[in-house]
């Protein structure tokens, strides 16, 4: 994959990733949402996470 390709699914991984995390643990606290929400969005979120990072570490390759 080409530079421009990785930084475009760096970003958007990043930026679906990062609010996901912060954002679903703080809405259980506040709404207390079912654990079937946690247990399919966290994952989520912390697989686009790993995306980027590896996304990131091919662009420095």
Known sequence: ?????????FFIAISISVPLCILIPILDIIFSLPPVVLYTLLPFGIIL??????ASVLRIR
């Open 1 to 9: 994959m080409d530079t421009k390709q990785l930084d475009t699914l």
């Open 49 to 54: 996470a790993l995306i980027a990072v590896v």
